[in-house]
C-alpha cells in the first residue's frame, strides 16, 4: 500500500474501501477496452493466487502482447478455474472480441488448456512452448547426480544457432538420457518437440524473449514481494484488482524487442526468417526489388 500510494499516505479503513472501489473500476475499464492494435507474439501463463477457499484453486490467467514498436503490453488478466480450456478460451475469445487480430506466435507452458484454447479461437497462431518449464519438467525426473550436466545439455539445445543443430543437441540429450536407465525424462523432453523450436522462424534479435514465458515469471515475483507478507486473501476478486494495480505499476520496467519498430514492421508484413535470418523479404514477393 505504501508503495503504491506513497510513503505519507493514511492507512485508514475509509481509504482502503476508496481504494478497492478505484481499483475495481480500473480493472473492469482495462478488461472492456478496445484492443485494436497488431500484436506480432503473446506470452500467456496461469498464475495460482493464494486467494479465495483452498479447495477453489482459481488462478489469474494473464496475456501480455508485444505491440508494433516491441514494445511489451499487458492484455489480459482475468480469473479461470484453473487453467482449462474453456477459461482460455474465454480470455481469447474476449481479446478476438475487442478487436485483436491473431498474433504471430504465443508462448506458454505445457498447460494443454492454454493450446487448446489458442486452436479454437486463434487457429493460425503459432506455439512456442517455454524453455525454462520444460527444463524443470526434465530435471525433476532425475536423480540429483544427474542434473548438473543435464541442465547443461538442455541449455546448450535452446541456445543453437541454427534448428538443425538444436534437434541434432536434443537428440543427442535423449540417448544420454536413455543411457543412464531415464527413459521418463527422455520422453518429456521429446513431448511438444515441435512446438520447442518455432522461434527459430522469427528474427535471431527476438529469439531471448521468445524461448521462454520469463516476462510473466519475472513481473510476478515482483508481485509476490509485494503481496507474501499478507494473509491469504479472502476475496479473489479483490486479490484480482489489487495485483493488477501492481503489474500495471511494474509494466514500466518490462524491456522493449532489440530491433524496435523497424524489425517488427519487417515481420509484420510478411518477411519470412529462417534460423533468425531475414530470407525473404515482402517487397520481393511482390516484385520490387530491395533497392526500390
Not at 512452448?129 to 546448450?156: F, M, S, T, Y
Request: with cysteine; charged share 30%.
Amino acid at each position: 500500500m505504501r508503495e503504491l500510494m506513497g510513503e505519507a499516505a493514511t492507512l485508514s479503513p475509509s481509504t482502503i474501501i476508496r481504494l478497492k472501489a478505484e481499483w475495481r473500476a480500473e480493472h473492469e475499464a482495462f478488461r472492456t477496452r478496445p484492443v485494436e492494435r497488431t500484436y506480432a507474439y503473446i506470452w500467456a501463463d496461469g498464475i495460482y493466487l493464494d486467494a479465495g477457499p483452498e479447495a477453489d484453486r482459481s488462478c489469474l490467467l494473464v496475456v501480455i502482447g508485444a505491440r508494433e514498436d516491441g514494445r511489451k503490453e499487458l492484455l489480459a488478466m482475468e480469473l479461470g478455474y484453473r487453467e482449462s480450456t474453456e477459461s482460455w478460451a474465454g480470455v481469447l475469445r474476449g481479446l478476438r472480441e475487442r478487436g485483436m487480430r491473431a498474433p504471430l506466435l504465443a508462448v506458454g507452458d505445457g498447460a494443454l488448456g492454454l493450446w487448446a484454447g489458442l486452436r479454437e479461437v486463434y487457429p493460425t497462431t503459432r506455439h512456442q512452448r517455454c524453455w525454462n518449464h520444460k527444463g524443470i519438467n526434465v530435471i525433476d525426473k532425475l536423480p540429483k547426480r544427474l542434473q548438473p550436466e543435464a541442465r547443461a545439455r538442455i541449455a546448450g539445445i535452446w541456445g543453437s544457432l541454427t534448428r538443425a543443430d538444436a534437434e541434432r543437441q536434443r537428440d543427442l540429450t535423449v540417448a544420454w538420457l536413455r543411457g543412464r536407465g531415464q527413459a521418463d525424462a527422455a520422453t518429456t523432453l521429446l513431448r511438444d518437440r515441435d512446438d520447442l523450436v518455432t522461434f527459430y522462424d522469427f528474427p535471431a534479435e527476438h529469439w531471448r524473449h521468445l524461448r521462454t514465458s520469463n516476462v510473466i515469471e519475472s513481473v510476478f515475483s515482483g508481485v509476490r514481494l509485494r503481496t507474501t507478507v499478507a494473509k491469504r486473501a479472502p476475496n479473489r476478486e479483490n486479490a484480482l484488482h489489487l495485483v493488477h494495480r501492481i503489474v500495471q505499476r511494474l509494466a514500466g520496467s518490462w524491456r522493449q524487442l532489440n530491433g524496435g519498430a523497424t524489425l517488427m514492421t519487417l515481420l509484420l508484413t510478411g518477411a519470412r526468417f529462417r534460423d533468425g535470418v531475414l530470407v525473404e523479404h515482402p517487397a520481393r514477393r511482390e516484385g520490387v526489388s530491395m533497392a526500390a
